[in-house]
């Protein structure tokens, strides 16, 4: 306990590249997942088999398997892995988790899509709006509404599952917080880390509830 | 005004439109009556291309919206669909928007007109469906009957020459039946022409100056509501009358 004061700052830059990882990987994954929702519920047949791929690797496989296998494995393909090399370990992660998290994105927002009414696609029509300013204005508005919760939840596990990064050797909250329990014999550090965790995860809750509130109808 | 000749639809094995034809002139209000399942919704619907035709012919004030099942390309069937207004028996008001987004949405994506008109427009609108209190409420805080006077509104907006109503009233609970009713009357008083699928025996009988009864896909009877409904033989009328009066 006496030194709280030397380690609570480490913790705190810890903390700054689980709070870097998550807005980074949080604001590329959104509008990927939203436009992999759109490729795979289009006409095209091609892209929509391609898309189900995709999701199916990144949800049917573990998200730790993803950034050992680009952080670690992608140096080994053969005859191109030279040139598909991340030596930066943050940007490897952010990699494997924007890949992640944007099929699972996908995922909701596709549950969103099939929740807005046909009637709405029918009345847009007969008002004469063309086929982009239904999707604009009409069905994607309540789409992302509709997939506020599930969103919710998925970044709150976010939050969580970047503590696997410890795995590749990057100083986040948990890695920091197991040195310092590992230096100093006590577990007090990770007392402190769960809290903190608490208290991201609480205003990421706070803060989707507020939107949720906003964008009710 | 409406020229529909010998038009067939079938979904899969079932066929719901066997050879319809019929013709709507100017300021008619034509009811479409006939019992579940006997394809009403799908003949209004076909009118305004919600459901495509396999086979006939839709002309629309001259203009040919398909032939032999065939629609005409994309730009002119645009234009000819703008003509007409379609009501919902459930409303289908875009909940996320309020009543004067609901009303302005679809005329400013069309640049119908600038916006301060269309915001005059909307307002007068509201007036006539008697809502005008409703501009910024949302959709889910109206009752079913209003939410049913802002669609109509709603498809006023864009002016159109001929109103669609798809059992509009079928959603209410009888109490709110007749303020839609009324609205719908006072449409007919001013002559718009009108073609409204309804069970409301009684307002077809007193709003319609037509009706097309409607038996398993054939027209099986077509005229005033005299002719068509009480000087009839036909057995499947008179069984369908005594069941709802």
């Known amino acids: 306990m006496a030194n709280l004061k030397e380690w609570i700052p480490l913790m705190l830059q810890g903390c700054g590249l689980t709070v870097k990882l998550f807005f980074i990987v949080i604001l590329l994954s959104l509008p990927l997942g939203l436009a992999a929702t759109f490729l795979y519920t289009g006409k095209n047949v091609v892209i929509r088999k391609i898309m189900g791929f995709y999701i199916l690797i990144m949800r049917g496989t573990p998200l730790l398997l993803q950034v050992f296998f680009i952080y670690f494995g992608l140096p080994f393909v053969p005859k191109i892995g030279q040139y598909l090399t991340i030596n930066d370990r943050f940007i490897a992660a952010c990699t494997a988790y924007v890949l992640n998290y944007a099929a699972y994105f996908a995922e909701i927002f596709r549950g969103g899509l099939l929740s807005v009414d046909k009637g709405q696609y029918e009345a847009a029509k007969v008002l004469g709006m063309s086929e982009s300013q239904t999707t604009f204005k009409i069905v994607l508005p309540q789409m992302i509404r509709i997939s506020l919760p599930a969103v919710s939840n998925e970044a709150i596990i976010l939050i969580k599952d970047t503590a696997l990064v410890t795995a590749i050797g990057l100083a986040d909250l948990l890695k920091v917080t197991n040195n310092i329990v590992n230096r100093t014999t006590n577990i007090t550090a990770f007392i402190v880390a769960a809290c903190f965790y608490l208290v991201m995860s609480y205003l990421l809750t706070v803060f989707f509830r507020n939107l949720e509130k906003k964008f009710a109808f | ?245």
């Not at chain 2, 919206?65 to 005409?72: A, N, T």
């Not at chain 2, 915001?119 to 939410?147: F, H, R, T, Y």
């Not at chain 2, 109103?163 to 079928?170: A, G, Q, R, W």
């Open chain 2, 1 to 245: 005004m409406i020229e529909v000749r010998n038009i067939k639809k079938s979904f899969g094995d079932l066929e719901v439109l066997k050879d319809i034809s019929f013709s709507v002139e100017k300021g008619d209000v034509v009811a479409i009556l006939g019992p579940s399942g006997s394809g009403k919704s799908t003949m209004l619907r076909s009118l305004i291309e919600l459901e495509t035709v396999d086979a006939g012919e839709i002309i629309i004030e001259g203009d040919t919206l398909c032939s032999d099942g065939i629609y005409v390309p994309k730009k002119q069937r645009k234009k000819i669909l703008d003509k007409m207004g379609m009501v919902f028996q459930h409303f289908n008001l875009f909940p996320h928007m309020n009543i004067k987004d609901n009303l302005l949405c679809a005329c400013l994506c069309a640049k119908q007109a600038g916006k301060k008109e269309l915001e005059k427009l909307a307002s007068e609108l509201l007036a006539k469906v008697d809502l005008s209190d409703k501009i910024n409420a949302m959709p889910s805080q109206l009752s079913g009957g209003q939410k049913q006077r802002v669609a109509i509104a709603r498809a006023l907006m864009r002016q159109p020459d001929i109103m669609l109503f798809d059992e509009p009233t079928s959603a209410l609970d009888p109490e709110l039946t007749k303020e839609v009713l009324n609205v719908i009357k006072q449409l007919s008083e001013e002559k718009m022409t009108m073609l409204i699928v309804t069970h409301e025996i009684g307002f077809a009988v007193e709003a319609a100056n037509k009706i097309i009864f409607l038996d398993e896909g054939h027209i099986a009877a077509m005229g005033s509501p005299e002719e068509a409904l009480y000087n009839n033989d036909n057995e499947r009328i008179k069984a369908f009358l005594e069941k709802v009066v």
